[in-house]
């Protein structure tokens, strides 16, 4: 019953705050606001939901979690405040790029060494079982800092960010649930409750994004969450209703295969390009998807439905082993990316040509980044690389 409290507390909580900070954004001017050639959003935005999101989750879980609980819980609030401190500076006044990937370090390494939260062993993936302690540290930092900027850049249109993370952290519950980890099924029911408290502002026409300071921190708890459930995998023997759990690396590989396949492709394509794999385009998949004719709703569910496929995958085959289920989850993501790109240049739909892309200090035309300015809804991680 206390699970389910913590559930509808953060929900509550956050459905009830974020009407007062659509409120006080547009009486203070912290907003985005579109800009008229490159607009998805036709109106100003507020750009400060992480700040709902974030103390829904906060409060949720000081109301019902004990210290004894979880043993972590310390050190995973402790990044979680220097990543959502970072993150809103940013929303608010912007940030060095510099300063920021500093501030996503810093926030891993407390999770990682102190919290002692990190990959140990790789089940068998690519032949790999336990791994040394440094290489241990090196992964896990990279990944979680990996992971927390795919959803940064995954935070382009309505609805999706946060759709993708209530479908991940409430499958987390069901798993942490079945292995009596009890301290991370409070974290998955808080994040997922705020997220979905978050997300009845959120759905098209979006009344409020959830900003860096959400993305961000989304990012962070789903890379954590993703880490300490394959640790649990490789270090005992988990049944999900009786289905043994062979293969776990393949979960958090699925949970998190939208944002981190996105990235990847948008980096290899620049970089075949020539171009910095930090410039500021609109070739990410959602933006595909509404080039092909599909509104943010449709684009949102269509992305958030993979995800789900690619769960189910991940769970019901099992058997097949680790290296051949993650690369059957990969296929199938490919084979639906290339199916778009052969549909989109059938009906003759071409991205934005290079003038259109070329994002410069002078000109922030980029949605859901920094109130303030005028912005376009294209995440913020890229738009700042052209400051490097």
């Not at 791994?131 to 990944?143: N, Q």
């Not at 997922?192 to 994004?209: C, E, M, Q, R, T």
């Not at 082993?321 to 778009?340: C, F, K, M, P």
């Not at 991205?351 to 912005?375: A, C, G, H, R």
């Amino acid at each position: 019953m206390t699970l389910l409290f913590t559930f509808i507390t953060s929900l509550v909580l956050v459905a009830f705050s974020i009407p007062s900070i659509i409120k006080i954004a547009h009486e203070k001017n912290l907003f985005d606001a579109p800009h008229e050639k490159r607009k998805i959003h036709k109106s100003i935005t507020p750009n400060l939901g992480g700040l709902g999101i974030f103390t829904g989750f906060l409060i949720a879980l000081a109301l019902f979690v004990k210290p004894e609980t979880l043993k972590e819980c310390n050190y995973l609030l402790a990044g979680g405040v220097i990543i959502f401190i970072i993150g809103i500076k940013d929303d608010i006044i912007g940030v060095d790029p510099l300063k920021k990937f500093l501030a996503q370090f810093l926030a891993a390494f407390v999770i990682v060494i102190l919290g002692d939260v990190r990959i140990m062993d790789l089940g068998g993936f690519l032949e790999i079982h336990h791994l040394s302690y440094p290489f241990s540290i090196g992964l896990s930092v990279f990944l979680i800092v990996g992971v927390t900027n795919a959803y940064n850049l995954i935070d382009g249109i309505d609805g999706l960010a946060g759709s993708l993370g209530v479908v991940g952290s409430l499958l987390y519950a069901y798993l942490f649930y079945s292995c009596n980890e009890l301290g991370w099924v409070y974290i998955c029911l808080s994040l997922a409750g705020s997220l979905i408290g978050f997300l009845i502002y959120n759905f098209s026409p979006a009344k409020i994004f959830m900003g860096d300071s959400g993305s961000l921190m989304l990012g962070f708890l789903s890379a954590v969450l993703s880490i300490k459930f394959l640790n649990i995998a490789t270090a005992n023997q988990v049944y999900v209703n009786s289905l043994f759990i062979s293969a776990p690396i393949a979960i958090p590989f699925a949970v998190t295969i939208v944002p981190v396949f996105d990235t990847l492709r948008i980096f290899t394509i620049r970089i075949m390009r020539n171009e910095s794999p930090f410039k500021a385009d609109r070739n990410h998949i959602h933006h595909r998807l509404l080039f092909v004719g599909m509104n943010h709703t449709k684009a949102t569910l269509t992305l958030v439905t993979t995800t789900l496929i690619a769960m189910l995958i991940a769970i019901f085959c099992q058997g097949i082993g680790n290296n051949q289920l993650v690369a059957t989850i990969e296929i199938a993501v490919i084979s639906l990316n290339l199916a778009l790109s052969i549909y989109t240049f059938s009906i003759k739909k071409y991205l934005p040509n290079e003038e259109e892309t070329v994002i410069t200090v002078e000109e922030d035309i980029l949605d859901n980044v920094k109130p303030l300015k005028l912005n376009h809804h294209i995440s913020t991680t890229e738009k700042e690389y052209m400051n490097l």
